[in-house]
């Protein structure tokens, strides 16, 4: 049990290096491979996988290698293990064949962030068979963090896609996670005490967060959310309740709360409807996936159901458009540029000064949730530019400055600034060659499709893992 625990404990931190890492790609950009918040993740997984390995190792020696062949736990903390282990190399193979990409959902990201989910399942189910009743409240609590990693860049106010996916893909997850946990942890406030662990691990990361001065996420008003599922549980065991009640617990939770936690994404008014819709389309879904369908003699109730949530989710799909990248920095370093941003509202001024030879032409980018806004940058002498803009919603705006010169090739430089609140920056970023925009064809659509299938496959098969009655 103690080789659970530490697992478990590990995967937690490994949970808590991804937000600081990402605070880290927001703050300042890209960093070396041996920066504390990788050295910290790598660490953490490796502990995980190792403690992992030792209880596999104990249990297949009590089992018999033969018995042990047949044990769907051993296999699940293999199949997790793996597909963790394969997204790295994924996306060290997607960087070179298609360019840069730091987009979470990208394929080999979410690899990576479904193979973690499953590490936690199994390490869930590890302890409930193990008969660690104490225990079970960390494993719950790694589950309902795991549920959450999809969604870190909208909690940290980094969104690259729009605001109306940000509650459905965490209602999704939330119900997911609930499922799991309510399958293997009998307790009748599971899903509450592994939400005061996920409370308190967030909290532990603001906090050294802002002791580092760095950007921090929300604390995600989960316990709101698990106390109205565990409440229902006491009145209504069927699972399909949760598709219900989950949506709409998160989005009274969460659009509140959104507008006055300090980086938080926030949900638009106009968007509110799509997102509730699509949010219990999602969760639906999810629980069709773990259960199975319903019991009723009606077929046009089932049929119209199934339509309903197709529907829901297919409509926002086509206008859902192509991430632009919020993680800059990359490329190679051509100088450092001088920053004097001042914000005021919606209005964004700011004097650029590059070092070295003055370009013939620089422009002014600003980018949020897919959103691009140009405007000029125009030359004051001296080799300053100066420009301005006005940004049409609050929140997190990353900033770029790019210069063309001939013969030299095109350099830019970013800084992240907080639109809707009054700032004054002065700051000397690095100036970098970007590198090539990522490559369409016929390769990198292939590679999606394999990689998109693989997690799906995978989260499909935990959904319904462990699963020994029929729908309810």
Avoid at 390 to 401: D, H, Q
């Amino acid at each position: 049990m103690n080789r659970l625990i530490t697992a478990a404990a590990g995967g937690l931190l490994a949970l808590f290096a991804m937000y600081w890492d990402d605070s880290l790609h927001t703050d300042v950009g890209r960093d070396i491979f041996w920066s504390a918040p990788h050295v910290l993740l790598y660490g953490s997984l490796a502990v995980t996988l190792a403690a992992g390995a030792w209880w596999g190792v104990a249990r297949i020696r009590g089992q018999g290698l033969r018995a042990a062949a047949a044990d769907p736990l051993l296999r699940w903390a293999v199949v997790s293990a793996g597909s963790i282990g394969i997204s790295a190399p994924a996306d060290a193979a997607w960087h070179a064949l298609f360019g840069r990409d730091a987009v979470l959902w990208s394929p080999p990201h979410l690899l990576a962030v479904i193979g973690t989910f499953a590490l936690a399942v199994t390490l869930l189910r590890a302890i409930a068979a193990e008969g660690g009743s104490g225990s079970m409240v960390l494993g719950g609590g790694l589950v309902l963090a795991a549920s959450l990693a999809a969604v870190m860049e909208y909690e940290s106010d980094v969104p690259q896609f729009s605001a109306v996916w940000f509650l459905p893909v965490a209602g999704a997850g939330m119900t997911l996670a609930i499922v799991l946990i309510r399958r293997f942890d009998p307790h009748p406030w599971a899903v509450t005490r592994a939400a005061l662990v996920v409370t308190a691990v967030r909290l532990a990361v603001i906090a050294v967060l802002a002791g580092l001065g760095h950007s921090t996420p929300i604390v995600p008003p989960v316990l709101a959310v698990t106390l109205a599922a565990d409440v229902v549980r006491g009145w209504r065991t069927s699972a399909w309740w949760l598709a219900l009640v989950v949506p709409l617990a998160v989005h009274a939770a969460y659009l509140p709360l959104l507008p006055l936690l300090p980086h938080g994404t926030t949900v638009a008014a106009d968007q509110v409807v799509a997102s509730l819709l699509v949010s219990l389309g999602g969760s639906t879904l999810v629980v069709l996936a773990a259960e199975g369908l319903p019991r009723t003699q009606l077929p046009l109730v089932r049929t119209s159901g199934l339509a309903l949530v197709a529907l829901t989710l297919t409509l926002p799909l086509l206008s859902a458009g192509r991430a632009a990248a919020h993680d800059p920095g990359q490329g190679a370093e051509a100088g450092q540029a001088e920053w004097r941003a001042t914000v005021r509202g919606s209005r964004i001024d700011v004097t650029v000064t590059p070092e070295g030879s003055t370009p013939d032409r620089a422009s002014l980018v600003a980018r949020r949730a897919g959103e691009k806004l140009t405007a000029p940058l125009t030359p004051s002498g001296n080799g300053v530019f100066r420009g301005h803009m006005a940004v049409p919603e609050s929140g997190r705006w990353f900033v770029y400055a790019t210069f063309r010169g001939a013969g030299a090739p095109t350099a830019e430089t970013w800084i992240p600034v907080e639109a809707g609140s009054p700032q004054l920056l002065h700051e000397a970023r690095p100036l970098y060659v970007p590198p090539a925009p990522q490559k369409d064809g016929a390769g990198r659509t292939a590679a999606t499709v394999v990689l998109y299938g693989l997690s799906a496959a995978i989260l499909l098969a935990v959904a319904r893992s462990g699963r020994r009655t029929p729908p309810r």
